[in-house]
């Protein structure tokens, strides 16, 4: 979440607010969609992340060490396209 505000904000796109709902949009919408500067397979990457961590931390139920690993593989994705983007 962090990385993605970061990269929004260097990219001239700031918000009053900061939320997980608009950032998820904006990544998407703006970074993705529109502008066209990130990978369409990541459109779902925030979104998803967030329910696995939302589960991980307040659901009745674990998530397991394989999803875990999937889910951190993703994030370590998103991650380094984000940085490699703003070291441009």
Known sequence: MQAATATLAHKGIRRDKINHG??????????IKRRKIYPAKLKSYLYDIQLVRNQADYGDESVSRKAA????????ELLECIEKEMAK
Not at 22 to 31: N, P, T
């Open 22 to 31: 608009q950032v998820q949009a904006d990544f998407s919408g703006e970074l």
């Open 69 to 76: 690993s999937v889910w951190l593989a993703k994030s370590e």
